[in-house]
């Protein structure tokens, strides 16, 4: 079954970077279109950025500080956090990317990032 594990977390400093990473398996990696996804405390789980067979996709709070890659030959999803701002700290989670993406039921254990002083 799919499963997906994700790293690269952990507690940083304001303008700092990460790089975190998810392992796909189970499923066709090269065909899915995939994204990352974080939920605060307190908050919904929200869409931060995506990656499909046309491009890319960001959201506002996010756009020209992170960037979102992909490796089909390692089954592996990318997220490049750069700047990072303290509005950043959630639980990070990869999935795919769909239209329906609130509705899935299955999530992998995420990673977290802190961003503090």
């Known amino acids: 079954q799919v499963q997906f594990v994700e790293s690269g977390g952990g507690l940083v400093q304001p303008g700092g970077s990460l790089r975190l990473s998810c392992v796909a398996s189970?499923?066709?990696?090269?065909?899915?279109?995939m994204g990352w996804y974080r939920q605060a405390p307190g908050k919904q789980r929200e869409l931060v950025a995506a990656?499909?067979?046309?491009?890319?996709y960001y959201a506002d709070s996010v756009k020209g500080r992170f960037s979102i890659s992909r490796d089909n030959a390692k089954n592996t999803v990318y997220l490049q956090m750069n700047n990072i701002r303290p509005e950043d700290t959630a639980v990070y989670y990869c999935?795919?990317?769909?239209?329906?993406?609130?509705?899935?039921?299955?999530w992998g254990q995420g990673t977290q990032v802190t961003v503090s002083s």
């Open positions: 189970g499923i066709i990696f090269s065909i899915h279109s």
């Open positions: 990656i499909t067979g046309g491009g890319t």
């Open positions: 999935n795919f990317n769909g239209v329906t993406w609130r509705a899935y039921t299955y």
